[in-house]
């Protein structure tokens, strides 16, 4: 059984049983994640998808990190082609995957979610991952719709 250990959150076995929903990274995902959020420049946010797969009810793995561009004109903003998100959901589907989120950075280091980000998950129907880098350190939060509720998401890393 891998240990899934996520900054201060140790996730056990008792956890992998619960029904609380939890989406697991590995360590090749939050890698990518934080070199994309690290290289951003000019404050620029970056935006793209996650793909893996459901093991239980509640349990999401990504494995894959489709990167998308951000065609917003705005600094501290994104936006993205919604053919350019079909287009990857269909690469991440025709592999055998799920898509899982949409994430996207925020420059400022703070992953709250902001007004726009709150309606997220509910118009496209995936889960919302906010990044920020704090100092070299990877932040994450994550977003799902619960029945038109923003509802808050574990995120853990899936160690080997
Ligand atoms: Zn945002």
Known sequence: MPVLVYEHMHVNEGHLQGSLPCLYLTEKVVAVLKRVVHDAQDG???CGIL???ILKNNMMIATVVNDLSNISELSGCFAIAVDEILRSQSTIE???LLSLAIYHSHPSGSTRPSPRDTKLPQITG?????LAD??????MECYSD???????IRVALLTQ
């Open 44 to 46: 620029r946010e970056v």
């Open 51 to 53: 793909g893996g797969g």
């Open 94 to 96: 025709d592999s055998g």
């Open 126 to 130: 995936l889960l919302s991952l906010i």
């Open 134 to 139: 704090d100092g070299g350190k990877l932040l």
């Open 146 to 152: 619960v029945e038109g509720k923003l509802t808050s």
